[in-house]
Each structure stands twice: as structure tokens, then as C-alpha cells.
Nanobody, 111 residues
Framework: VQLQASGGGSVQPGGSLRLSCAAS????????MAWYRQAPGKQRELVAT???????NYSDFVKERFTISRDNVRRTLYLQMNSLKSEDTAVYYC??????WGQGTLVTVSS
């Protein structure tokens, strides 16, 4: 299984980014997928999940700002991040529970 995350970068507060995670080596369409993040000096935390049927769940700190989605034809997971805040600065990881992780992509929100 390989999960290749991309789309991170530097953005000013209030800006937007779209993360992508290309999956291979698994039957993508039947798997629940997730995004996690880890800020410097902090524990890794759940950002959002999406089931095979498209049901989504978000941590409170990203509700109304982030949107998780998936394209089963392209085998790609997405995270649209709007209204970014400095506290969103972290390495973002895509995850196929329970045990497969992508390599992470760095998001820096700073003025």
C-alpha cells in the first residue's frame, strides 16, 4: 500500500490549500480514509474521515472550514482547507485505518 500526499505549502492566514493523497496497492473504493495532522511538539490528531459511502466526520477545530472528499476513479483523497489559521500549521498525513500512513505534507500558515 502506498499513500502519496501532496499539495502542502505556505499560505497567509485566511488563505486556502487543497491537499491530495494518491492511493495505490489497495481497493481504494471500499476503504474508510482519513486525514491527520501533527503540529510541532504536539501529538498527531485526527482532522477528518470519509467512509466508502462518502459519509464524513470532522474534528471540531476544522468544522465549517475544511472539506474531505474522495474520487474513487482516480483513487485519490482530498482535503480542501479554507480560512486557514496559524494554528493549522502542521504536517498533514493521509491514513488508511488501521495501519497505513502517507509520508505527510507540510502546511505552514503565517503572515
Amino acid at each position: 500500500v502506498q499513500l502519496q500526499a501532496s499539495g502542502g505549502g505556505s499560505v497567509q492566514p485566511g488563505g486556502s490549500l487543497r491537499l491530495s493523497c494518491a492511493a495505490s496497492g489497495l481497493n481504494f473504493r471500499i476503504n474508510t480514509m482519513a486525514w491527520y495532522r501533527q503540529a510541532p511538539g504536539k501529538q498527531r490528531e485526527l482532522v477528518a474521515t470519509i467512509t466508502s459511502g462518502g459519509s464524513t466526520n470532522y474534528s471540531d477545530f476544522v468544522k465549517e472550514r475544511f472539506t474531505i472528499s474522495r474520487d474513487n476513479v482516480r483513487r485519490t483523497l482530498y482535503l480542501q482547507m479554507n480560512s486557514l489559521k496559524s494554528e493549522d500549521t502542521a504536517v498533514y498525513y493521509c491514513h488508511r485505518p488501521p495501519n497505513f500512513w502517507g509520508q505527510g505534507t507540510l502546511v505552514t500558515v503565517s503572515s
